[in-house]
């Protein structure tokens, strides 16, 4: 297994170009499912995440090829349904291959992904929504068994604007019969992406980016051209990789309307963003105020930017409170920066911390993708070395962190436990 060793203490300088997003890669490359042609990707990040999405949708029959950030999906012929268990235990996303394979073939087998570190992440909404077109559902021996004729269009009200189920649903409503009617649903730029690339294939679908999607089901789509957005959440870790080390740097490809609540938060603890031509640079302040973060869906605070955002409070002056809204169990990453010396308490749902005057580098150990990058952070502006293990989570849906970091001036790198 790999370790990252990060001797920190430098103030990152310097220019970093942020990657295709994980999670719009994601539901994107399983679109790629509803047309019976071959389709492009473009910007395509290299993760684990996508090797994963890349051997399930082989299972599927789906012919793919990768050049670089191009992937391209031949998927004239669907010869599987299933996704197995052990691909979906590694990648929860893996469910979204349910809707997809359920609207193009009207049968789709799909693992239960059961629990995962941040919480217990149930699909009930998106089992709940294919029920409302005229699926039907049947659990066994741990897999959803979906069967449909053809999907017919439905009102669907969704109990949490959850991000999987509306793009799951999406997917589904494309090719089915009428009109679909998604209410509360998910609003994040992913979202906006997905329904856009749809349309581009002949899907008609309104009101992406809002609560209330219409979709105007369609009999087939045509295969997909697209590039992929640029990722949010690596563009907010590399903000904070500069605010929490005292730096300046130029987070390039970085979208500001796609992270004004990130942005906004930063600021108030005293870090300069400036939009400059092609970016966002981000400049330190001499000292860090400490802020109140409260997580909830898009425009909301991310809770994928909740773990990076602890890390940078450790080293703040005073005391902010960090809540937890999205995810029942999302703090494992504290009593991780514990050992390198951060002051934090958990109450309920929140986070307590007190700025420190110094964190100390420690051998540590990555719990999920974003706490491993909170850890990465904390290491960054620690004294001495720090050793961070299991960074598989990492290499989920970081692409080449330790170099990025490495060429604004961190002494950062990989090695062999
Ligand atoms: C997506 C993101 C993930 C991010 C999360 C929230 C991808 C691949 N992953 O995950 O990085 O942290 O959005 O922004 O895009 N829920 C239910 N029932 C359901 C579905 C969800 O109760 O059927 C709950 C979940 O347990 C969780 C909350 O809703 O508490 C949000 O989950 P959801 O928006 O679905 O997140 P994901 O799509 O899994």
Redesign the pocket.
């Given at each position: 297994m790999e370790k990252i060793v990060i001797k920190g203490g430098v103030p990152l300088t310097g220019t970093v170009l942020v990657s295709g997003a994980?999670?719009s890669a994601?539901?994107l490359l399983f679109a790629t499912l509803l047309a019976a042609g071959e389709s492009e990707i473009g910007n395509v990040p290299q993760l684990r995440d996508i090797n994963t999405t890349v051997k399930l949708l082989g299972e599927f029959g789906a012919l793919v090829t990768r050049e670089g950030d191009i992937c391209r999906v031949d998927a004239r012929q669907i010869a599987g349904i299933e996704a197995p268990y052990d691909l979906v235990k590694t990648m929860?996303?893996s469910v979204?291959a349910l809707g997809p394979l359920l609207a193009r073939c009207g049968r789709a087998r799909v693992s239960l992904p059961g629990g995962c570190a941040i919480?217990?992440?149930?699909?009930?909404?998106?089992?709940k929504g294919l029920e409302a077109m005229g699926a039907t559902i049947n659990l066994d021996h741990g897999y959803v068994d979906a069967r449909a004729d053809r999907l017919r269009g439905a009102r669907i009200y969704l109990?949490?604007?959850?991000?999987?189920?509306t793009?799951n649903l999406l997917m589904a409503a494309a090719l089915a019969e009428g009109e679909t009617v998604l209410e509360n649903a998910?609003r994040?730029p992913?979202i906006v992406q997905l329904a856009a690339a749809l349309n581009s294939m002949g899907a008609k679908i309104e009101g992406a980016g809002t609560a209330v999607i219409q979709i105007q089901g369609v009999d087939e789509l045509q295969p997909l051209k697209c590039r992929v957005i640029p990722d949010r959440?690596e563009a907010g870790t590399f903000m904070i990789a500069a605010a929490i080390t005292g730096g300046n740097v130029l987070v390039r490809d970085a979208i500001r309307e796609d992270m004004e609540a990130l942005i906004g938060k930063l600021s108030e603890t005293g870090t300069e963003i400036r939009e400059e031509e092609g970016g966002l640079r981000v400049i330190a302040p001499e000292t860090l105020k400490a802020v109140d973060i409260r997580t909830s869906?898009?425009p909301g605070f991310?809770?994928?930017m909740q773990a990076q955002f602890m890390a940078l409070m450790t080293r703040a002056t005073g005391t902010s409170r960090i809540s937890e809204t999205?995810?029942?169990n999302r703090f494992m990453h504290v009593c991780e920066l514990q050992r390198m010396g951060a002051d934090i308490h958990i109450d309920g749902h929140s986070a307590i911390i007190r700025g420190c005057e110094q964190l100390t580098g420690a051998p540590v150990m990555a719990t999920d993708l974003r706490a491993s990058a909170s850890l990465v952070l904390a290491g960054l502006a620690a004294e001495n070395t720090s050793e961070i293990s299991r960074i598989y989570h990492l290499d989920r849906g970081y692409e080449r962190i330790e170099e990025k970091l490495a060429a604004l001036g961190a002494r950062i790198w990989r090695e062999q436990e």
């Open positions: 994980k999670n994601l539901p929860r996303a979204l919480g217990a992440r149930p699909i009930d909404l998106h089992l109990d949490l604007p959850t991000v999987g189920g793009e998910a994040e992913e959440i869906v898009f991310p809770t994928d999205v995810f029942e």
